[in-house]
């Protein structure tokens, strides 16, 4: 996951995994990095890789991510399964496409990622809408801590952003389902504040059937 990286290959990763969900060309330069190819990219797929700090002009991982060239290579491929999965309904208001984009992020295990698309509307939502937004934030966040051994942190996240999401009507992160998203969580809330064996995978974040 994305916090074991230094942070700035966490987030020139985090920015091209958001990019590709929309952007054929960061599409095509994640697909690029998760085949862990040695030949110089094309043209368009290289700039976009240099211009994100990540490759040398001859195509190579630069020699300061070097270290780190198989977990590239695998958050790319989830950042690849992300934007082939992402909804392509009808473009909505920009929280609901937000929201679009943190279910494909989400359900490809890239939680700093939801984090990232997320805050960039809680930033000026207000209200419920707001308090909603941010029980997901948190609820990602604890998912990312418990990816890398932070159980204490992922446990107070988990209870605020529950408790935030059962403040909330479940419309109002509509299209989410955020109701489910509270439900399947209840376990791992439990399990986090008593100490219990956690479920082998974090839940599916998922929109309302039609």
Not at 30 to 53: C, N, Q, S
Not at 112 to 119: A, T
Not at 126 to 136: I, M, N, S, Y
């Amino acid at each position: 996951m994305a916090s074991g990286f230094p942070l700035p290959l966490r987030n020139a990763l985090a920015e091209l995994a958001i990019a590709g969900l929309h952007d054929d060309e960061a599409r095509a330069a994640l697909a690029w990095l998760a085949a862990g190819r040695t030949d110089p990219p094309f043209p368009a797929v290289g700039a976009r890789l240099a211009e994100a700090h990540l490759v040398e002009t001859d195509g190579r991982l630069l020699a300061v991510h070097a270290p780190w060239a198989d977990a590239v290579r695998a958050h790319a491929a989830r950042a690849v399964a992300a934007a082939r999965a992402r909804s392509r309904s009808a473009a909505g208001t920009p929280v609901v496409e937000a929201l679009r984009d943190a279910v494909a992020l989400w359900n490809a295990r890239l939680f700093f990622e939801v984090h990232e698309v997320l805050e960039a509307v809680w930033k000026t939502a207000a209200g419920p809408l707001r308090q909603g937004l941010q029980g997901v934030i948190q609820v990602a966040v604890a998912y990312h801590h418990l990816a890398h051994d932070n159980a204490r942190g992922a446990r107070t996240l988990m209870r605020d952003g529950r408790a935030r999401l059962a403040d909330v009507d479940r419309e109002v992160l509509s299209p989410l389902d955020a109701g489910a998203l509270l439900a399947e969580t209840d376990v791992w809330e439990t399990a986090l504040v008593h100490g219990r064996p956690l479920p082998p995978a974090p839940p599916a974040l998922r929109l309302c059937a039609g």
